[in-house]
Structures are given as C-alpha cells and as structure tokens.
C-alpha cells in the first residue's frame, strides 16, 4: 500500500437503476487531513460507508488501512475510528462510562483503559466532569468527547461525518486544533464537512458532484484552478453542474 492510508479505483455502488457512485479514484496518504465534501446527494455518504466496511461496492477496488474493501470488511473496521454527525455517545451514561464502553467495543485492554481515560479528560479539561451525565453536557463539549472516544483506540485512520455542526465558531477551531494534533500523531484524518471555510484546513479536498469526483487537490490548488477567492467560491462553482441533489 506504500505511504497511502486509502486506495480506491473505479469505485462505484449502484441502487437499481441509480448510481450514486460512479467510478472514482483517488488516494489519501497517511498522516493527511483529507476532505471529502459534496451537496446532499452527491453520493459522500455511500462512498463513506464503504471505505468504513459498511457497504460493499458494486464495482471498483480498494485498500482501507491495508484491508481490502471488498474481502476484509470486519478488519477495517477495527483499524478505524468513526465519529457521525449525530452525536454517537449516551446521554445516560456519565462521561467515564461511555469511554469505557466505546473502549471495550474498540478491543482496548482493560488496564489500558483507565489511564488512558484519565489521559484524555486532562487533555480536554474535563476531569472534573469524569462522573457527568453526557446529556448535560454543551454540544460543543459532547462533539470534543466523540472525537477523543474515536480515536481512544489509536486508529489508523479515523472518519469524521460532518463532526462540527451545529456548535459556535470558537469550538469548531479548538475542535480542528484537535484534528490537527491527531494528524501529527500520524493518524489519518478523513472528514466531511458543509463549512467551507473548514476545507480550507484540509491538506486536499475532493468536491463530488452527482457521484463523480469533479476536483481534486489542495485549497490553494483548487482556488487557483478556478479562479476563486475561496473554498465556498470553487464549491459553488462546481454545485452549479449538479444535476440531481
């Protein structure tokens, strides 16, 4: 697989009659910060499930983490770590109880688990809330705990689904500064994302439009290619071919 975390060619899934990916390639390397953005029903979701080993593909090939996407479904599930736009942890659980939980579904040794819990409470700033009901917590809060819990395994790639919606412009930065510090850890970083200004923090972006990859490169790149000022400008720009959506 040499230095790329992800390899798809001519990846396609087709509903009937309905392609809602249609044959795209492209590779994200490891350590990379790589969005993946696209309207509703560009086919980003689909083409998320599969690489997370939830869907199999109609056509095409690929590698997640080394694992072949069509043979080794349950392997690449254990190598990634996953975070969806709504927030996946339990409101009736207390903070310490969901990262144990989610650290025993991820396969962490028992006596891993609670220095490696008290580890990422101090990095949050929230040891204090160790024994706090999550569904008490501010959304900004809950979205940084579901990121520390999806990459509480050390994945090697960990998928983020639209992970700052809805929370106010200072929390998303801290919650970059996070992904940041994940990437430099060599995790891989796999994100969408409807903020365009958020793509500007992207190593590369891919931009689909009716389940095709219509650009692909770094913001500057992208900005350049298209004549535009920035990120929202060369989406808008491209959104304008779509047919569907």
Known sequence: MGENAIEVRNLTKRFGDFTAVDHISFTVGKGEIFGFLG??????????????????????????????????????????????????????????????LYAGIYGVSDKEISPRTDKVLANLDFTAEKNTMVGSLPLGWKQKLAFSVAVFHHPKIVFLDEPTGGVDPVTRRQFWEMIYKTADKGITVFVTTHYMDEAEYCDRVSIMVDGRIEALGSPSALKSGFGANNMDDVFQKLARKAERG
């Open 39 to 100: 309207a509703n029903g560009a086919g980003k979701s689909t083409a998320m499930k599969i690489l997370c080993g939830l869907s199999l593909p109609t056509e095409g090939e690929g590698t997640v983490a080394g694992y072949d996407i069509l043979k080794e479904t349950e392997s690449i599930k254990k190598s990634i770590g996953y975070m969806s736009q709504r927030f996946s942890l339990y409101d009736d659980l207390t903070v310490a109880e969901n990262i144990r």
